[in-house]
């Protein structure tokens, strides 16, 4: 999975939400949707945060990336019936 977290953490850094949204999609046959929180989505949004640490990206990305990260996340609970009884607390 650390493919798809590369890939993820890229999507989310240029704002790509379909591109994200399809590679949480392509992971809903082998992963629960805790598994695909703990196991890509978390350690992205910490590479992101390790990035700008390390003067790599700008608080403006680390805010975007959040942001389509809960968005993308949110996207995919409400499609996927593994999640569906289980979605975020946000709207």
């Not at 953490?9 to 809903?28: G, I, K, N, P, Q």
Request: glycine share 4%; aromatic share 6%.
């Amino acid at each position: 999975m650390d493919d798809v977290k590369e890939r993820l953490v890229r999507a989310l850094l240029a704002s790509e939400r379909t591109a994200a949204e399809d590679l949480l999609s392509s992971l809903a046959a082998k992963a629960t949707p805790m598994e695909i929180a703990e196991r890509v989505i978390t350690p992205a949004l910490e590479d992101i945060g390790d990035m700008w640490e390390a003067g790599r990206v700008s608080m403006s990305q680390i805010y975007m990336g959040a942001a389509s990260a809960r968005i993308t996340w949110t996207a995919y609970c409400r499609s996927s019936a593994r999640c569906a009884s289980r979605s975020p607390p946000w709207p």
